[in-house]
């Protein structure tokens, strides 16, 4: 079965510091994964994604993610916190070639 | 570019009435989807269509249907609305299917939020 696990609810950083969302994914064929951002009361936005070619991931706004097939992972990360960080993040698992599964998400914190 | 076109934004209904989701894109993508997101739940998948005429069924498509008439609108149909259907919608597109390699990603309307009293 094709699943997503995002391991944390809610994660809360001071500004400045680094930003770990952890995602764990199951797929039974070579994965494609992406990372979404949603504002609050706002729409869903495309942060970074991975297709099978470079293992680490740029995206923008500075965060970043690394694919691990060996622990199933793909955790976002950035090294330095801002306060328009703060947000709800989503890990979007493909699981055909018409279908996305969406992780439950992460609401993010920034503390001043 | 207006990219993808929700109505309305909210809306207020009692158990039993009907009502449609307007979603339209203007960027001739073959592919359009409706989710729902609850708290906790993330987003999960009601309905698509692979291009005009073609539709089917996502995660949760029970109570709710969908036609695809044009390439451009994708319109979400409450039939006798329950209170279980209180929720945050989106409706996305893509060109082409979002899982095709190469595949441009998922483009997000703002979303519309409906409560069914």
């Known amino acids: 079965a094709q699943s997503v696990t995002q391991l944390d609810s809610h994660v809360s950083v001071s500004e400045g510091t680094p930003v770990l969302l952890r995602c764990n994914y199951s797929?039974?064929?070579?994965?494609?994964l992406f990372w979404y951002v949603q504002h609050p009361n706002k729409g869903l936005q495309l942060l970074l994604k991975?297709?099978?070619?470079?293992?680490l991931v740029k995206g923008i706004n500075g965060f970043e993610a690394e694919f691990k097939k060996s622990e199933t992972s793909f955790h976002l990360t950035k090294p330095s916190a801002h306060m328009s960080d703060a947000a709800e993040y989503f890990c979007?698992?493909?699981?055909?070639?018409?279908?996305?599964?969406f992780g439950p998400g992460t609401s993010l914190s920034v503390i001043p | 570019n207006a990219g993808v076109t929700q109505t309305p934004k909210f809306q207020v209904l009692k158990t039993g009435q009907s009502m449609t989701l307007q979603c339209a894109q203007d960027?001739?993508?073959?592919?359009m989807s409706w989710y729902r997101q609850d708290p906790g739940m993330g987003l999960r998948l009601i309905h698509y269509s692979v291009g005009a005429g073609i539709t089917d069924q996502g995660e949760v498509p029970n109570g709710y249907n969908v036609s695809r008439s044009t390439t451009e609108d994708f319109p979400l149909r409450l039939l006798s609305a329950a209170p279980s259907q209180t929720s945050v919608y989106f409706c996305a597109s893509s060109f082409p299917s979002p899982g095709t390699t190469g595949a441009n990603v998922l483009t997000f309307g703002a979303g519309s939020r409906l409560t069914v009293l």
């Open positions: 991975y297709t099978s070619a470079a293992t």
């Open positions: 797929s039974s064929y070579s994965p494609s």
């Open positions: 960027m001739n993508h073959e592919y």
């Open positions: 979007v698992l493909k699981t055909s070639y018409d279908k996305v599964i």
